[in-house]
């Protein structure tokens, strides 16, 4: 069966890094596009980043410039490194797969970041 397990998350100052992980299996990762999201209390689900299956990506207007998502199709796993945390980046954060109008959700991983 399909699954995306992400990894990564913690607490961290202001002003700190992390680097998220996505493991997939059971799906064709090299055709897949792949995204993160994030939800915080009280707030939707958002599109932080999305690399499509050709490398091209995209972002969130807020995280442009300090967060990279990145792809290595040998290991089906996606990434996402996040710099110059603030505290409003605080949320789960989940990885998606699309292939058509087929997706998967991982389960999560909670970023907290202090000031």
């Known amino acids: 069966q399909v699954q995306l397990v992400e990894s990564g998350g913690g607490l961290v100052q202001a002003g700190g890094s992390l680097r998220l992980s996505c493991a997939a299996s059971g799906i064709i990762f090299s055709i897949n596009d792949m995204a993160w999201y994030r939800q915080s209390p009280g707030k939707q689900r958002e599109l932080v980043a999305v690399?499509?299956?050709?490398?091209?990506?995209n972002y969130l207007d807020s995280v442009k410039g300090r967060f990279t998502i990145s792809r290595d199709n040998a290991k089906s796993t996606v990434y996402l490194l996040m710099n110059s945390l603030k505290p409003e980046d605080t949320a789960i954060y989940y990885c998606k797969s699309i292939m058509g109008s087929q997706a998967y959700w991982g389960q999560g991983t909670q970023v907290t970041v202090s000031s």
């Open positions: 690399i499509r299956r050709s490398g091209i990506t």
